[in-house]
């Protein structure tokens, strides 16, 4: 649904394609379970592949974490489109806000482990961020055409507020959710004062 192409591109042949599919989700179940320092062979095992088609497709635990973080962007990315036509303006914002959030929550370590590894500014994560910016940009247009959210705003300043709240150490789910409930009523444009 991106326009951008994403940095790591999925295997067109089958059985390839089933391989790739099979190792990253073994490691995103593995990395959720066990955190992001799990063996590379405990994660072949369990997608029931040999070590050497893991590394045939990964050739180091860097490349399977972009990977995983990869397939994880998509699905959220997926999901601004799929919320921009279940629900109205404002609902698809704070439902992909929501996700966000969720997202961000589940993937601290992962996140953490790939800026150490590559870089906050790597070309990796700059691909990345674009295809989230254009997924945000079309719910916070619409919701702002529609005038439900502040016009002023921009998504820089929602993400930010939104990627405080998921990133921050140790934030419990319900207060992290909390917040972003405060977030979502601050995006809504100022009530007009009553004329009396």
């Not at 050739?59 to 972009?66: F, G, H, I, Q, Y």
């Not at 070309?123 to 940009?137: H, I, R, S, T, Y």
């Amino acid at each position: 649904m991106a326009s951008q192409p994403l940095p790591c591109t999925r295997p067109t042949r089958a059985d390839a394609a089933r391989n790739y599919d099979r190792l990253v989700t073994a490691a995103r179940e593995t990395f959720a379970e066990h955190g992001t320092d799990t063996s590379l062979e405990e994660i072949a095992r369990r997608a029931g592949v040999g070590i050497g088609t893991l590394y045939r497709r990964f050739p180091n635990r860097t490349a399977l974490l972009e990977a995983v973080y990869v397939d994880e962007i998509q699905s959220l990315v997926d999901r601004a489109y799929d919320f921009d036509k279940q629900f109205p303006p404002f609902d698809a914002l704070a439902a992909w806000l929501r996700s966000f959030v969720g997202y961000g929550l589940s993937k601290k370590s992962l996140w953490q482990e790939l800026v150490l590894a590559i870089g906050r500014e790597s070309p990796f994560f700059q691909a990345c961020k674009l295809n989230v910016q254009e997924a945000g940009n079309l719910l916070l247009d619409k919701a702002k055409a529609s005038g439900d959210v502040r016009p002023e705003l921009e998504l820089a300043d929602v993400m930010r507020l939104v990627g405080g709240i998921s990133h921050s150490p140790d934030t419990p789910p319900e207060q992290a959710h909390r917040l972003l409930d405060i977030v979502l009523c601050g995006l809504r444009p100022a009530a007009e004062p009553a004329k009396g």
